[in-house]
């Protein structure tokens, strides 16, 4: 099947800019899938978005949306795809409701149809009640979702989400990722951006990891944690045998073929060992307390340590993610 999106060697460079906002990026989406494009800002992610929205026009290499090319036909691009902007782009001097009978009215929908659409949607996003107040008067989280809500009034194949709960507070966040959830559910294809690698780990099938215009890595976020050498941690509370040392149960910790490296953590008020590895802490626990029962040592606490994809970031680019 055709993907959803697809992006070639895809080049930007604003007017006067010394370097490329995106620099040679390629990928695709397939159909369904939410896909996710992290990175701290300034990467190149809006740009992106941009030149698949048929807002901003490629300095070189191809990006289509669902089957049409967006460069040479954006019309028909227009009419499969979506997006919310990262900024609210709504009529305030309007009601919610005529917010989205008119976007609808743009796209040509009928009025029946219109009129239908609307009271689903706002249905749909909680918003019901607020159908017939001035978007003047709406908070952030419920402009965001009626950002959301005027985004599907056409019935889009792909959804475009530009950094969908900057500024949102937890509980208008989580509601952001149930509409997102619900979406792919229902056939949509999403594409988000993202500086927040929560909420890319939480919502994506997979991300690409993006800096500099550069697309670094691209997977599931579960693959790319595990993908990561000697970053899931498993720290153990040991309380050593008479006549055991500290180093003497490092030692042995060292000694398990799992263990790339063991480390002592300063100040745990007792021997705290830490133990790097690749992969499923987990399965290390048994072999850990097999280990610490032979030399009658005993075991007083364990936590795992799981990489994240800040982590990936960090060991891609030596930078924190923000
Ligand atoms: N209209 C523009 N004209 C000139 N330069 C631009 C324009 N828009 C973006 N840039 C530059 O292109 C680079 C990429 O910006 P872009 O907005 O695509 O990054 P981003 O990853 O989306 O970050 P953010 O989350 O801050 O939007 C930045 O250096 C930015 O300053």
Redesign the pocket.
Known sequence: MEPAVQVSELV?R????P?N??DGISFTVARGEVFG?L????????????VLTTR?LPTSGTASVAGVDVAADPVTARSRLSVVP?RPNLDRALTARQNLVFHAAYHGIGRADRNRRADALLEQLGLADRGNDKVDNYSGGLAQRLLIARALMHAPQVIFL??PS?GLDPQARLFVWDRVRELRDGGVTVVL?T?DMDEAAALTDRVGI?DH?RLLALDTPAALTRSLPGSATLDVDVEPAAGDTDDDVLTALSALPAAERVEPVADAGGLRARIYLSGDAAALVGPVADTLTARRARLSGVRIGEPSLEDVFLSLTGRELR
């Open positions: 930007k604003y007017p006067g800019r370097t906002a995106v494009l990175g701290p800002n300034g990467a190149g992610k809006t740009t992106t978005i941009g901003v990262q530009d950094e900057t951006t500086h993006v215009g």
